[in-house]
């Protein structure tokens, strides 16, 4: 293929989409990630490591499987039709929509892991402490919970926040490749490999590096932190 | 206890580890109760159910009030219950300063419309001398200074009851005498309710008025704290620890060349080390049973100062050892004495008969019976 000359204006999209994307995703996951996490962290339910099982497993699974998974419950035979038929369309596959759920179960460990940890973390006293100064369940989870819990808070949102961003498998088996709609950074990276564009695939890939060279490094920079503050 | 007094009325049964809990007890709503046992004999359970924060089948009236009855399938949730609760360990919220921390009870205390709060802020942080650390983060105070804040967050709560579960066993013997010094003016100046677990024997004899003495989950005795530590058949629980007695004596004045405070015990005359207590003023002593020795003869070219005339009330020979415990009447308040079973014999002790008590050393408790 002949060169066509740098394309600036082509890298935008794909940065701002995956931004959308991984922002969108990581809001998502702390809303229904911290009640998951709590429940996981408190209950003494039996079976509720095979929930947490269930939530750690695209740790392992490939993500194509997952993808695989997702492809068939969005498409419109599954309840993602469904859903996607309450507003016209035929299936949440290749949309943008379809992508936030993709990316909310690839991501949900990443988040509800170091929630539940902080949570696990400081026990039941600090809750028992509150209701004894007169503190509802609900009060003491926002005035006592949470604030305790803050380190896990902020370690979750940047992973899931970063482990969107990096996500490939799945988004290639929901999303494709429509640019603008589901064509995210990852996805662009390999598709100017695939067409010979090197200048475009080492700008998006040395930004990638620098990102997750910066995400890494500021997580292990604030654990050292939150470490000798509660020493 | 006068029946105008509100009761807290408690009565709690289930299995606690490896043995079942069955206790009730009736305590005043004034003063300082103490429930007292070995650890391990479910005190703190009982606490954690009075607080609510855990639920064994049994009744719950803290005087008009009922929290739990389970016949009624009544249980208070615990941030319903009017309750401070000091743990063992300070728990101080970590996120908050010393301030928020003191505030978090108080700005959710339940108020009527318009009452003024019982407890003042200024006056809570003034008695336990917290003044200078309200704007310091709780891992920036000592052990010591952590349990005041956590024993004035309790209290600046609005409690019915206070409720204190062992709070100076993580503190150093030094800081246990500073922080009881502390409990001691609360108990004078606030007029809250205090129900207090411990398994040190000299703390409880220090703060308490009334006595629970539990073991393995149940209620072996009841009392004022003077009439429980005289009972001989006790001696198994008290045994273990510093056993002893209390007397009240009067202050009637003081030696300044020689350092000593005079005492008048019901016409007897007690000499102890200097204590800063005004003539007249009424004082509370301990006495450990080693720290007493009998004789039948007053004893001539003797150090010890202290020597009471007495009766034998009672002797005990524990089986299987060199010991027995007596308790000597010394005409108001009572001795207890361990002595060898050979003295016994030898002397031929035995109720009725007048002896000599010999004290070696007395333990100024606490200067003012609240």
Redo the contacts between chains.
Sequence with gaps: MPDQGLDLAGLWSPIRLTLELATVTTVVLLIIGTPIAWWLARSKAKWKEAVAAVVALPLVLPPTVLGFYLLVAMGPDGPGGWIAGLWGERSLAFTFQGLVIGSVFYSMPFVVQPIRNAFEAFGDRPLEVAATLHASPWDAFWSVAVPLARPGFLTGAVLGFAHTVGEFGVVLMIGGNIPGETKVLSVAVYDYVETLRWAEAHILAGGLLVFAFVVILSMMLLEKRIGRAAR | MTTDTPVLDAAFKGPVGSFNLDVAFKAPLAGVTALFGASGCGKTTILRCI???HRLPGRLALGDRTWQDDGENLFR?????????V?Q?P?L???LTVRRNLE??AR???RGNGTVPAVNFDQVVDLLGITHLLDRAP?KLSGGERQRVAVG??LL?EPRLLLMDEPLSALDRSTKDEILAYFEVLHRELNIPILYVSHDISEVTRLADRLVVLSRGGKVAEGSVGEVLERLDLQPMTGRFEAGVMLTATVKGRDEAFNLTYLDHHGQTLTIPAVDAAVGETIRLRVRARDVSLATHPPTGISIRNILKGTVMEVREEADTAFAETLIDIGGGRLRARVTRHAVADLNLAEGMPVHALIKSITFDRRSLG
Excluded: D
């Design positions: 607080a609510g924060l949730p615990p941030h319903k219950r009017r309750v401070g609760y743990f360990e728990s919220f970590a996120h978090f009870g959710r205390a339940p891992a967050r309790a709560s």
